[in-house]
């Protein structure tokens, strides 16, 4: 397998402010290990919105195959965590997946 990361997937979801403490927390031990087992990095960022807040997921895969893989072989679908209806504002209907064209780091 590569071990240079040449893809990117990105799943973003908005909560309520008062409920985003809450979810990042689900999002750190259920959504975030399967990630960090299979991915070779991951990110979680979080930004506050007045009464929402918004979660960034980015995920980085060494070809488009080692990621369908891990995402049962659709991964353009979102695959929702068991209690994304109870916290999110809105589910995401989408991911995106972007080619990696620059990739430095200091």
Request: charged residues 30%; hydrophobic residues 40%.
């Amino acid at each position: 397998m590569n071990s240079k990361a040449t893809i990117a997937r990105i799943w973003r979801g908005r909560t309520a402010a008062k409920t985003a403490d809450e979810y990042e927390a689900y999002l750190r031990e259920v959504g975030i290990p399967p990630l960090v087992k299979t991915a070779l990095a991951v990110q979680l960022f979080r930004e506050e919105l007045g009464e929402e807040t918004e979660f960034v997921t980015t995920s980085y895969w060494p070809d488009f195959e080692s990621m369908a893989a891990f995402t049962g072989g659709d991964p353009d679908k979102v695959h929702h965590l068991d209690r994304d209806p109870e916290f999110l504002v809105a589910l995401p209907e989408r991911v995106a997946i972007m080619r990696i064209l620059i990739d430095r780091q200091h």
